[in-house]
């Protein structure tokens, strides 16, 4: 999660936002859903979406101190919009879906201050994450689905970090700006070929 807060500049290159904090709630296991233990669900709703309201908690309380206003801008996922294949993450997918909604009831909430409250999704990117010749099949099946054919770089989210943290942006605020390459776009359509190929157990 990236937390953005007004200083006083030279109306010329004075913008919203001139400092800023870092920091990334993660917590991703792969785990079926039936097997998946209860403490490890724990964990990675803590990591994911408490840790990230104890965090936009203290920032915005010191931007409504300081009366300066601010942005926050909460890193999200397309795995809180849409179900990820072919890995099994539901308590990720869950975790993330809860920021994004806390995201909206943040944005009308902090508005009295002068807040706005934004998360950026990206897809599947070009981090240590997803690094390792283990998931060498299932990017295949990521780039398969996704328009531009490949996996997105870092720096290629620092455009929507800057349209939140600049004067351009002061009047974005609950939105969820997606950064996949289009990967979602096609996301529903391969869901509905799998569940029509899909064989159901038997009842008998």
Request: a positive charge; glycine letters at 8%.
């Amino acid at each position: 999660m990236l937390m953005l807060w007004r200083r006083q500049w030279p109306p010329l290159f004075r913008t919203r936002t001139y400092h800023d904090i870092g920091q990334l709630c993660l917590h991703c296991v792969s785990e079926h859903a039936m097997q998946h233990s209860i403490d490890s669900w724990r964990q990675t709703l803590e990591v994911n979406t408490t840790g990230s309201l104890i965090i936009a908690q203290a920032v915005a309380k010191t931007m409504a101190e300081a009366k300066t206003g601010g942005s926050i801008a909460r890193v999200a996922s397309i795995s809180g919009t849409w179900v990820n294949f072919p890995q099994l993450q539901a308590g990720y997918n869950a975790s993330k879906a809860a920021v994004i909604m806390m995201k909206s009831s943040l944005a009308v909430e902090w508005d009295r201050y002068g807040i706005t409250v934004n998360t950026i999704s990206p897809g599947y990117m070009n981090t240590i994450l997803n690094e390792g010749e283990g998931l060498d099949e299932v990017k295949k099946i990521w780039l398969a689905r996704n328009p531009m054919g490949r996996i997105g770089e870092r720096e290629e989210l620092c455009g929507a970090v800057v349209l939140l943290a600049c004067r351009a942006g002061s009047h974005i605020t609950g939105a969820d700006i997606v950064v996949d390459g289009g990967q979602s776009l096609l996301c529903s359509r391969f869901e509905v070929l799998w569940c029509m190929k899909r064989k159901r157990p038997s009842n008998t």
